[in-house]
């Protein structure tokens, strides 16, 4: 009998600035529960904010980032007029962990936990 591979996942994290990493891990572990998680990702101007690498730091995952016009050429199952407006794309979380994973599919579609929005991608080997 073949072992089952626990997918690893590409997560996609949107925020507004300033957000705490604690808050973060909170809201992607609710979101995902125990979830084997590859990466953190999100929109480029997150990272030199210390919430976003810190929550990928207590995570032990790396932090992966990418510009809004990255971000907004990946199609998107839920696009946001609001998203768009203020950062450029309009998605942040799914584009992200679409980009991060290599993947076309979300394995968990946006979700809004303590006012961060998380999406997930599982990673292509």
Do not use: N, W, Y
Not at 44 to 61: F, I, M, N, Q, S
Request: hydrophobic share 55%.
């Amino acid at each position: 009998m073949a072992a089952h591979r626990i997918p690893q996942l590409a997560v996609g994290v949107g925020a507004r600035p300033g957000v705490a990493a604690d808050v973060i891990v909170a809201a992607v572990r609710e979101a995902l529960a125990d979830a084997a998680i590859h990466c953190l990702a999100t929109v480029d101007r997150r990272a030199a904010e210390p919430g976003p690498a810190a929550a990928a730091a207590l995570l032990g995952v790396p932090l992966r980032v990418f510009s809004p016009g990255e971000l907004a050429a990946v199609p998107v199952p839920t696009p946001s007029p609001r998203t768009a407006t203020a950062v450029g794309t309009a998605s942040v979380a799914e584009a992200a962990a679409l980009l991060a994973s290599g993947g076309t599919e979300l394995a968990v579609h946006k979700r809004v936990v303590h006012g961060i929005t998380v999406a997930a991608a599982a990673i292509r080997d």
